[in-house]
């Protein structure tokens, strides 16, 4: 009787600590999506301004175009946002 009911405890246990597992790895996951879409936009940024200094003089194009698109050249090879 007794060996039954610590089978039952160890299948709750487990229930419940499973899910908290689950729950920390996806935690885990999600955190890790974020650093990769914080580092993408800061290089899509940087990539802007980059693009403002070194060629804004040199197109007839307004420089605003230029940092737009090298922007967007940018945050499009990366795949997350």
């Given at each position: 009787?007794?060996?039954?009911?610590?089978?039952?405890?160890?299948?709750?246990?487990?229930?419940?600590?499973?899910?908290?597992?689950?729950?920390?790895?996806?935690?885990?996951?999600?955190?890790?999506?974020?650093?990769?879409?914080?580092?993408?936009?800061?290089?899509?940024?940087?990539?802007?301004?980059?693009?403002?200094?070194?060629?804004?003089?040199?197109y007839?194009?307004?420089?605003?175009?230029?940092?737009?698109?090298a922007?967007?050249?940018?945050?499009?090879?990366?795949?997350?946002?």
């Amino acid at each position: 009787m007794r060996r039954a009911k610590s089978r039952g405890q160890a299948m709750v246990e487990f229930a419940l600590l499973s899910s908290l597992l689950f729950l920390m790895v996806m935690g885990i996951f999600d955190f890790g999506r974020a650093i990769a879409v914080y580092i993408n936009i800061a290089e899509a940024a940087h990539e802007g301004a980059r693009q403002l200094v070194l060629r804004s003089n040199y197109y007839s194009a307004p420089p605003d175009s230029v940092v737009v698109n090298a922007t967007l050249a940018k945050i499009g090879g990366g795949g997350m946002v």
